[in-house]
């Protein structure tokens, strides 16, 4: 249909009429909200919103490209640089995951259960090694006295005094506790052994899970020449060493608390500190000689003094030839005075073997009594050391010196290493009746030792060959390291070579001063509360006696060997 005006005019059909309102509800309101129908359409973000999250993706990943790329810029770079070339950076991909690998500090991390538990094994075993003797003996005594808990708990007192801790005898004739601070330094060399194969367990360990790892890592092609110095870096060897001494330290926390109850026990002073740095030293040295990380670690600390010491390159192995040269020079110095003392015992055979007639009862206390003497040897050996260096030892108020002591010698307890002591140094006061059971001696009370000292030609030996024994450890010294100057790659300087040498003279000097210190110590509450050579003059005169002949036989070999 067309309208006048020439517009086309749509009939409007009944479908298309507007709907009628709607007819208000006559109900009465329940005060409910309207319920929605499922049909309810969810609601959906609004435009501005989208637009807004899509910016923010856009940029994140625009930033991460940007990162992506300036790695693989910076890699390839740093290839360039080093001479490698830009081909192992060409991959996006690889050049990304090596810029993700960069090294990071380590954080201090807790010692491992494997180290702790060597250190607790080492303890152990030398516990049970040292029970075997002592239940047997106390089994085939004819009067064992008690129960084999106080056999157990004198093991565990032998334990500690082996390692230099001074025990307090209870049961004693005038009912005081009397103090015995000298330990056999021969059950010494059980600890120790145990404690170094230990921390060489401990590090080799190590370096075998390291190796093991390494191979993996090759194997699945996942290292670089860039990376390998990196990768390479041998972890710290601080958790694995402390382990190992927490170990050992909580058992002889343990053995202590388990010897309070029997006859002797520790007498928890400042000597119980000896446990503890025993057991760090010797882990530490056996760290050192299972693995190459100590070493390293040496290498690559910095400082005027090292610098000044040890140099500037190849400082661990340097270092390892000092400590070793002063190893030998020790174990020349020891070992003359060994030969010293047994020597002096030879000398005075006759008042030594009345005094083990005096001591030893039966045949199981003369077995005891044999055992005890070998077992005393090594101090024996350490006291004639002294003895040699000039420092001289101790007798309560009397020091006995080679050169000449002070104060009037003691009435001595009747044993048979007392019996070579060479008093004829200083005054003696006048001789008591001979006598003293073992109990006298374990308690440390004052009887006598039999006759002064033989002279002639014994007091000529004892007096002038001990001077021979501190060249000889110089010359030890200086020999060693000698030959490690000049069969190193590039021989050392002559200065370096001296400054090493004196370095091994003090490194000498502090292991004498140490084995002095364990080899004395007080013997009862009366005259011999001052028993053996003092631990700092005998480290001083080992320190000065040895360093003019180790200064002068490693710069003579030195140029020898370099000359031929």
């Not at 954080?107 to 494997?114: A, W, Y």
Request: proline residues 9%; glycine residues 14%; charged residues 15%.
């Amino acid at each position: 249909m067309y309208s006048p005006g020439g517009r086309t005019s749509v009939a409007q059909s009944p479908a298309r009429q507007p709907a009628p309102p709607p007819a208000p509800s006559t109900a009465p309101p329940t005060g409910r909200p309207a319920v929605r129908s499922a049909a309810w359409p969810p609601a959906t973000p609004s435009a501005p919103r989208r637009l807004l999250v899509g910016l923010l993706l856009r940029l994140v990943l625009r930033l991460r490209l940007r990162l992506l790329l300036g790695r693989a810029a910076l890699g390839a770079a740093v290839a360039l640089a080093a001479g490698r070339g830009t081909a192992a950076y060409l991959s996006f991909g690889d050049a990304t995951n090596r810029a993700d690998r960069r090294p990071h500090p380590r954080v201090p991390s807790l010692p491992p259960l494997s180290a702790v538990a060597a250190g607790l094994a080492a303890a152990g075993t030398g516990l049970v090694v040292l029970a075997v003797p002592v239940l047997f003996l106390w089994m085939t005594s004819p009067y064992p006295g008690s129960g084999p808990g106080n056999a157990l708990h004198t093991t565990a007192a032998l334990w500690l005094s082996a390692h230099g801790v001074d025990l307090v005898r209870t049961d004693t004739l005038s009912a005081v506790p009397a103090p015995m601070g000298v330990g056999p330094l021969l059950l010494t060399a059980l600890p120790v052994w145990l404690l170094h194969r230990a921390g060489r367990s401990v590090a080799e360990d190590g370096d075998r899970t390291d190796g093991d790892r390494a191979d993996g890592d090759r194997a699945d092609g996942d290292r670089a020449d860039g990376d390998r110095a990196d990768d390479d870096a041998p972890p710290a060897p601080g958790p694995a060493w402390a382990g190992v001494t927490a170990g050992y330290v909580t058992a002889g926390l343990l053995a202590a608390l388990y010897a309070t109850g029997g006859e002797y026990r520790p007498g928890w002073g400042w000597s119980t500190l000896f446990l503890p740095a025993l057991a760090a030293v010797v882990s530490l040295s056996g760290m050192w000689a299972g693995s190459d990380h100590l070493r390293r670690t040496v290498d690559r600390t910095a400082g005027r003094l090292p610098d000044l010491l040890l140099g500037r390159a190849d400082r661990g192995r340097r270092l390892g030839a000092a400590f070793r040269a002063a190893g030998e020079g020790a174990a020349a110095l020891l070992c003359g005075g060994a030969l010293l003392a047994v020597l002096a015992l030879v000398l005075r055979a006759g008042e030594a073997g009345a005094a083990f007639g005096r001591l030893a009862g039966g045949w199981v206390s003369g077995v005891t009594l044999l055992l005890l003497c070998l077992a005393l040897l090594p101090n024996a050996a350490v006291w004639a050391a002294a003895y040699a260096t000039g420092a001289g030892f101790l007798l309560g108020p009397a020091m006995v010196a080679p050169l000449g002591g002070w104060g009037p010698v003691p009435r001595l307890p009747a044993f048979p290493w007392l019996a070579a002591v060479p008093t004829g140094a200083a005054p003696r006061e006048g001789a008591a009746p001979a006598g003293g059971t073992a109990a006298d001696v374990a308690a440390g009370a004052d009887v006598t030792s039999g006759a002064d000292v033989a002279g002639g030609v014994g007091d000529v030996v004892v007096t002038w060959l001990p001077a021979v024994l501190p060249l000889l450890a110089g010359v030890a010294i200086g020999v060693r390291l000698a030959r490690r100057a000049a069969a190193a790659r590039t021989p050392w300087p002559w200065l370096r070579t001296a400054v090493l040498a004196v370095l091994g003279c003090l490194i000498c000097g502090a292991a004498l001063a140490a084995l002095a210190g364990l080899a004395g110590g007080p013997l009862g509450r009366g005259t011999l509360a001052a028993f053996g050579p003092v631990w700092w003059r005998t480290g001083l005169a080992t320190a000065a006696w040895t360093l003019l002949p180790a200064l002068l036989s490693a710069l003579l070999v030195r140029w020898d060997r370099l000359r031929r």
